[in-house]
């Protein structure tokens, strides 16, 4: 049984080292010609090596499996009889029969399987084919449409530059008639300047017949106003002196008098005499100069007219200031007698 098993086994491997060989010596022949190993080995062909390899290992384990549970060691005693050593490989055989139908069955699934896959790829293929002539009728579509695209934008630039030259032509005639219309608007403009500066000026030479004849009646109304106020501030003037005059000699017949109350007749005087002084004032009265501008040919009378003056010193003025001009300088005519 044991000798029958690795017969089976060498042939099992032979099988498989000659399936991997002329694997191996198709790649090496694809390589050869310059093609790469999966593109030198059909599809069919890679797939049915492959189940091959896949079912001499599996024969290959499962023999080994049976000599292991089958074989007996040489150096131990046998425990069974013979009979039941010969029930034992009917046995084994009856299992490797089974299983060698379960490798059949599965191989017989994996050639379905492999027949799938290829007609799968003859449809993938097929489908290929079919996107390749698609895309080849897309591309000569496209080309199609780039070409009638070019003769489009062609025809566009053509009537872009027709457009252009018509868009100019246009634009250069609407300047012109923009500049004939700011002429005319210029021309209009000045000719309405002229006929309002002509107004004008008319309103200014109107206006200023106005304002000159209001010049002239206000002048007259001032010189008559100014006449009527120097009429009466002539008037004015003449009652003020008049008043002042009064005042003054009022004032004047008042130093005389404070005079005569501070004079002492000299003994040796005779009545009947009677002198001019001059006497310098400053506001408030006081006498600063006393002098006998007419002698009454009395030297002593003389002297005690001028001693009567410094004594009547602080002399009596108007209240009114305005009239201490005519108190600076007094001239006084000094006779007792009077």
Same mark, same amino acid.
């Given at each position: 049984? @044991? ?64 000599? $292991? ?33 379960? $490798? ?174 001059? @006497? ?59």
């Amino acid at each position: 049984m @044991v000798k029958k098993t690795k017969q089976h086994l060498k042939k099992s491997a032979s099988h498989s080292d000659q399936d991997s060989t002329s694997g191996s010596s198709a790649v090496d022949a694809g390589e050869r010609f310059g093609v790469s190993k999966f593109s030198a080995i059909k599809p069919q062909a890679f797939f049915i090596g492959r189940s091959n390899f896949f079912y001499a290992v599996l024969v290959h384990v499962v023999f080994l499996a049976i000599l $292991l549970l089958g074989f007996q060691w040489e150096d131990e005693p046998p425990s069974k009889p013979k009979v039941n050593v010969i029930d034992a490989v009917v046995v084994d055989e009856a299992r490797v029969l089974a299983e060698l139908d379960k $490798l059949k069955k599965l191989e017989q699934r994996k050639d379905n399987a492999d027949k799938a896959r290829e007609k799968k790829l003859k449809r993938e293929e097929k489908r290929l084919a079919d996107l390749k002539k698609k895309k080849a009728e897309e591309q000569r579509r496209l080309k199609k449409e780039r070409e009638k695209r070019k003769r489009e934008e062609k025809r566009t630039k053509e009537l872009e530059k027709t457009k252009k030259a018509e868009t100019e032509k246009l634009k250069n005639l609407k300047n012109e008639q923009k500049r004939v219309e700011e002429k005319r608007l210029e021309e209009q403009q000045r000719l309405d300047q002229l006929r309002k500066d002509e107004v004008d000026r008319a309103k200014k030479k109107q206006e200023q017949k106005r304002k000159a004849e209001i010049e002239r009646q206000r002048l007259e109304s001032e010189r008559a106003l100014q006449e009527q106020l120097a009429a009466e501030q002539k008037l004015l003037e003449a009652e003020s002196a008049r008043q002042a005059q009064g005042v003054v000699d009022k004032y004047r017949e008042i130093i005389k008098q404070k005079i005569t109350r501070n004079w002492l007749r000299p003994a040796a005087s005779k009545k009947g005499l009677a002198c001019k002084v001059l @006497v310098r004032l400053i506001p408030g009265g006081e006498v600063i100069e006393v002098r006998i501008t007419s002698s009454s040919g009395d030297a002593s009378f003389d002297r005690s007219v001028e001693t009567a003056v410094l004594k009547a010193s602080p002399l009596p003025l108007p209240p009114d200031p305005l009239l201490f001009e005519a108190f600076r300088e007094l001239k006084l005519l000094f006779n007792p007698e009077e």
